[in-house]
């Protein structure tokens, strides 16, 4: 075997897989035409004011919300069905819930929107309060990079929410 084709090992390991700016950019305006031309529904989405509502000094929940403007996104919608329970005394409870997910960069830089757990949303004809919050999915496995929030949402019982 001659010297030319000899292998030989490198002086330095190779560098570890890198996800930079370009990269995660790329990602985003993916996930967006994904979301917003193609497999997206439309959610109008119901932020508080935290400015204007009057929040307890101890417990921090508000009996009155104030909302400001709704605000149109595009998200992955589950409707996860209808529940019916029976309530003595009361009769027959029927609650739907749906879990919308955001793309969380869309949100917080295109849009200005954070999700919290109190505002509402409307799916079709329906409003639905945000009960829980998750981010369960992170880009490339980076720790600093989490592109979804999942927003669990029941629906809104007759007068509690009133978006007029």
């Excluded at 890198?18 to 439309?42: A, P």
């Excluded at 589950?78 to 955001?102: A, K, P, Y």
Aim: aromatic share 10%.
């Amino acid at each position: 075997m001659s010297e030319a084709n000899k292998w030989k090992q490198p002086a330095q390991p190779p560098p570890p897989l890198f996800v930079g700016k370009k990269e995660k950019d790329l990602v985003k305006q993916v996930n967006d035409e994904l979301i917003e031309r193609v497999i997206g529904q439309q959610v109008l989405y119901y932020p508080i004011s935290v400015e204007h509502t009057d929040f307890h000094s101890l417990y921090g929940e508000a009996i009155n919300k104030t909302f400001l403007p709704p605000v149109r996104v595009y998200a992955l919608v589950d409707w996860e069905g209808m529940e019916t329970s029976w309530l003595s005394d009361v009769g027959v409870d029927r609650q739907s819930s749906i879990n919308v997910h955001f793309h969380k960069r869309r949100l917080t830089e295109d849009q200005n929107l954070y999700v919290r757990i109190g505002d509402f949303v409307l799916y079709g004809d329906i409003y639905y309060e945000i009960v829980t919050l998750n981010e369960p999915k992170q880009l490339f496995g980076q720790i600093d990079s989490r592109m979804e929030i999942s927003a669990k949402c029941i629906r809104a019982r007759e007068g509690l929410f009133d978006a007029t």
